[in-house]
Structures are given as C-alpha cells and as structure tokens.
C-alpha cells in the first residue's frame, strides 16, 4: 500500500535556528513528493516539489527539501525559522499513474512547527 | 492571481439533512479534487473529475455525490448528514491530463461543515 509517513507531531524550533520536519514514503515506483504548508481555517499551500534530478530541492518562503531515494525520505528544510513559519506542514506523495488521468495525493498526517522568539 | 473559490465557506446542518458545496477552480485548469479533512487529521481524497469526467474515487461515501459541470466548477452533495460528516471540505484544482502528474493542487480556503 502507498504511505506517507510523519513520524513527528510537533517539531519545536527557537528563531532563528535550522529546522527539519521529517517524511518518509512507501511507494511502488518513482513517486511524484510535495510538501504543504497549512494555516489555522485556510486551503493547504503549495511549497515544493520533488519529481526527478537534483536531489535538493528549493521552494517558497525559503524552505528547501532533500529527496533521499535510499531511505525513501523527503524532509523538508529551512536554514533559519522564522515565528511567521509556525503552521501545520503536510507532505504528500503522487504514486506514478500510467493512466489517462492524474492520480490524487496521499498526504502524511501532518507535523505541526511551531517557532519560539 | 486567482485562486480556487469554495462556497459557502461555514455551513450548518441538521441530521438527514443535505448540504450543496461549491467549488470554482483557476481558470483554466481543468481538474479538480474533493478532499474531507477532520478535526486534527491530514486530507483523505474524496473523488476527482477530469475534463467533467470522474477521474480518480477515494474514500467518498455512498452518501455524498459530486460533479464537474460544463464551465469547470464543481459541486460535493451531501444527504443523509451524519454527525461524522462534520469537517473541512477542500476542493483543489489543477491542469489534468498526461504530462501534468508533477502539478501541484492548487486548494481552496475549505467550506467547514457542522453537522449537529
């Protein structure tokens, strides 16, 4: 079965330091990755992308994410938090679909960040 | 930039009532995606329509209906509401088709249900 997995709930990080939220996949084949980003009563936002080539991956607001193929891995960076990055993240994999359509997502269960002044 | 439009965005109903939710995508893409999202829980794929066609079907209950129309926009029926039902219901769009599986889903703000 295709998974996404977060194995942290929350991620605690004071201004100003690197913070990591953490993602691991299952998935047959090469798996289409994304990351979200959720604000309190708002629509989920696009942040980045992984589909093929350079394993780092940069997207909005700073935040960057490193595809590890080997440890089926997709965890999202950003070298300096800021108070403004605290929100729900969600990272979601797009299984390959040889159909005539996309497929849905499969979103992992979400890691709340929260950064402290 | 335009975004996905929902309506409405706050909706309560009663038990064994029915509920119409409404979905606008960007112009011009041509896909869109019901998601239901409860409280403190990640996004489960309801169903998806592809040029007005239904694509992809999730977890959508027999219960709850949906359609693409001729102008794109999309609309979640729901009958029979059960208190289970309550939640944030997303719809998010995209440009379908073959060459568009590394598109990210544009969503909306959500319509959240209450169901009491």
């Known amino acids: 079965a295709q998974s996404v997995a977060q194995p942290e709930d929350q991620v605690n990080v004071a201004e100003g330091n690197p913070l990591t939220v953490k993602c691991t996949y299952s998935?047959?084949?090469?798996?289409?990755l994304f990351w979200y980003v959720q604000y309190p009563n708002r629509g989920l936002q696009f942040l980045l992308k992984y589909i093929t080539g350079d394993n780092l991956v940069k997207g909005s607001y700073g935040f960057e994410a490193e595809f590890n193929k080997s440890q089926t891995s997709f965890h999202l960076k950003k070298p300096s938090a800021l108070v403004s990055d605290s929100a729900l993240y969600f990272c979601a994999v797009r299984p390959p679909n040889y159909g005539g359509s996309q497929g849905n997502l499969i979103f992992g269960k979400g890691t709340k960040l929260s950064v402290k002044p | 930039a335009a975004g996905v439009i929902q309506s409405p965005r706050h909706l309560i109903k009663e038990k064994r009532e029915t509920a119409t939710l409404k979905c606008y995508p960007i112009?011009?893409?041509?896909?869109v995606y019901w998601y239901q999202q409860g409280p403190g829980q990640d996004p489960q794929f309801l169903i998806s329509f592809y040029e007005k066609m239904q694509s992809d079907k999730g977890s959508i209950p027999d219960r709850f209906s949906a359609q693409q129309f001729s102008d794109y926009h999309s609309e979640l029926n729901m009958s029979s509401l059960e208190l289970g039902d309550s939640a944030l219901y997303f719809c998010?769009?995209?440009?379908?088709?073959?060459?568009?599986?590394?598109?990210?889903?544009?969503f909306g703000n959500g319509t959240r249900l209450t169901v009491t």
């Open positions: 112009p011009r893409h041509d896909t």
């Open positions: 998935v047959s084949g090469n798996p289409y």
């Open positions: 998010a769009s995209s440009v379908g088709g073959r060459s568009s599986y590394n598109s990210p889903l544009h």
